[in-house]
């Protein structure tokens, strides 16, 4: 692997990343409560930081591509640094609204820069760094709560964890600053890692045992291409209405705020411990079945702890396992079908997840509101069940309707 120092900040930034977007989920109720917010107004707050994430991701891949990884990894911790700076010392709604925007905006910039990283540093099992990568996201994402929840419990503030974030972000910033990066190559050519299941999915332009990199007009009329972006946009939409939503769901159930909060952390410690576990060995099981199956599994076990008795709440806990491999095997995927244009397509894949980020937890709330939240809720499963859908039809497509060639 070369590039060790930029993977490491890699990592580093998306453990941050991933607690941001949980500090958000665990304080909401706290900020309905200081700004007497109701619960369709709430979910309008939440999306705020997802429309921003939306924009950075719309521009971001293809500026990538054409400034360079390092340039845009700095510009998205800058944006990332001043939205959340801005949101722990937010002195009135306005600000934190404009906080949340910038934090989202800067966390589409990095998220690309880091993900378009890997094939740049790992040309080999690409699965795996994916995985590891997006792990990080899930540590942080387990570990923020705990920091969350002890903040409004003992210093009945939900601004501290927003400042711890703050000078962490500042301090990568830093080190990024004078850091050499890999340089962005629109051509490569390279084994394929096995399997990839090209009769199923097959995004690519072969040539013996070597990956050419593909047009983009090529990749636009990839039915892959549109499944990929279906799937990971759905499954955007159930992970953040859990992030959001199911504290407040537990909540609903019986479960205090503290407990709420720690199974929100056990969930990211499951779903962690799947893309460092599980995740390396996606490719023996096959990519998409990968996906198809982690969907299923999900949203059954989801539907078992919000429907059933009370002690099978667990079963959402349970759900992170296989919920966390899914979004980074998807990337993957997409890195494996449609080779040196990693950063553009991925760019345009979390584009699509970002509307599925921003509206969400906007139609959990808008549904919560008319219909109740165990109605609103459901959304989470539904979405799973449906992008589950989306990857086995291009896994059906017929590999002419799919050639690139």
């Not at 200081?34 to 293809?62: E, K, N, P, R």
């Not at 759905?234 to 909060?261: D, I």
């Amino acid at each position: 692997m070369n590039h060790r120092k930029p993977f490491m900040v890699a990592l580093a930034t998306m453990t941050l990343f991933g607690a941001l977007d949980m500090i958000r989920g665990v304080v909401a109720p706290s900020l309905r409560v200081d700004y007497a917010l109701s619960d369709a107004h709430l979910g309008m707050l939440l999306s705020v930081s997802a429309v921003g994430y939306l924009v950075a991701s719309l521009i971001s891949g293809w500026v990538t591509e054409r400034v360079g990884i390092k340039r845009g990894v700095t510009a998205g911790l800058f944006i990332m640094v001043v939205g959340v700076g801005l949101t722990a010392f937010a002195p009135s709604l306005a600000a934190l609204v404009v906080g949340y925007a910038l934090s989202g905006l800067g966390s589409g910039a990095m998220e690309i820069g880091t993900n378009a990283l890997i094939p740049l540093v790992a040309e080999q099992q690409q699965a795996r760094y994916f995985n590891a990568l997006h792990a990080c996201y899930g540590l942080g994402a387990t570990l923020s709560p705990f920091l969350a929840a002890w903040s409004l419990h003992a210093l009945h503030s939900w601004q501290v964890p927003y400042t711890v974030e703050f000078f962490g972000l500042l301090a990568l910033l830093i080190l990024v600053l004078p850091m050499r990066y890999p340089r962005v190559q629109h051509v490569v050519a390279r084994p394929l890692p096995p399997p990839l299941e090209e009769a199923a999915l097959s995004g690519i332009v072969a040539e013996g045992s070597t990956q050419a990199s593909v047009r983009m007009a090529e990749v636009y009329r990839s039915p892959v291409f549109y499944a990929l972006l279906v799937a990971i946009t759905l499954n955007v939409v159930a992970e953040t209405g859990v992030a959001n939503w199911m504290p407040t769901l537990l909540r609903h159930l019986g479960s205090t705020s503290a407990q709420s909060a720690l199974a929100l952390s056990w969930f990211y410690a499951l779903y962690t411990l799947g893309r460092l576990f599980i995740g390396p060995h996606v490719a023996r099981i096959g990519l998409v079945r990968s996906v198809v199956y982690a969907c299923l599994l999900s949203a059954v076990s989801m539907l078992i702890g919000q429907f059933g008795a009370h002690s099978l709440t667990f079963f959402m806990i349970l759900s992170g396992a296989s919920f966390g491999i899914i979004f980074p095997t998807i990337s993957a995927l997409a890195s494996e079908k449609f080779p040196g244009r990693t950063a553009s397509v991925l760019g345009l894949l979390f584009t699509s997840a970002g509307l599925g980020a921003a509206f969400g937890a906007s139609m959990i709330g808008w549904i919560t509101q008319i219909a109740g939240l165990m109605i609103g809720f459901s959304l989470v499963s539904a979405a799973l069940f449906l992008s589950a859908l989306a990857i086995a039809f291009a896994r059906r497509q017929p590999p002419e309707r799919d050639s690139l060639s």
